[in-house]
């Protein structure tokens, strides 16, 4: 009898130690799965559109992440020759794109210049930098 009870009590403790075990290597894999298909995703791409009235000039922020496309620095660049090149292109007007449902919105108003226009934002947090097309505007 004294071998039962000691045998029902080693019983008990094993059960609550593999319960334990049990569910210490759950909480692990399910942190593992989160933490890799976290990284895995990366950082969404961002997409700017540019268009123009004249010499007024807006365009739209799109992402898959809806983190992307608002409170994003837009920078319009005068594009001087035939590709895009910030560090020497005349960097025209900023701007900070809004949120308006699953994308952003942007506009530098009247710039007052005519010529080929693109823009750019820089990488943020989860987000991808993105340029537009080059445009050409006129008066």
């Known amino acids: ?19 334990a075990l049990l569910f210490l290597v759950a909480i692990c894999l399910a942190t593992l799965a989160f933490t890799a298909s976290a990284r895995a995703s990366g950082p969404a791409p961002t997409y700017l559109t540019i268009r123009a009235e004249g010499v007024d000039l807006s365009g739209k922020v799109k992402s898959p992440r809806l983190r992307c496309v608002g409170n994003r620095k837009i920078r319009l660049y005068k594009q001087l020759g035939t590709e895009q090149k910030p560090s020497s292109d005349l960097l025209v007007a900023t701007d900070i794109s809004e949120r308006h449902g699953d994308y952003g ?26 340029a537009s097309k080059t445009i050409r505007a006129s008066r």
């Open 105 to 130: 919105v942007w506009s530098t108003g009247n710039t007052g210049i005519s010529g080929k226009f693109y823009v750019r934002t820089s990488k943020v947090l989860g987000c991808r930098a993105g």
């Open 1 to 19: 009898m004294i071998v039962r009870t000691t045998f029902t009590k080693r019983l008990r403790v094993g059960r609550v130690t593999a319960l």
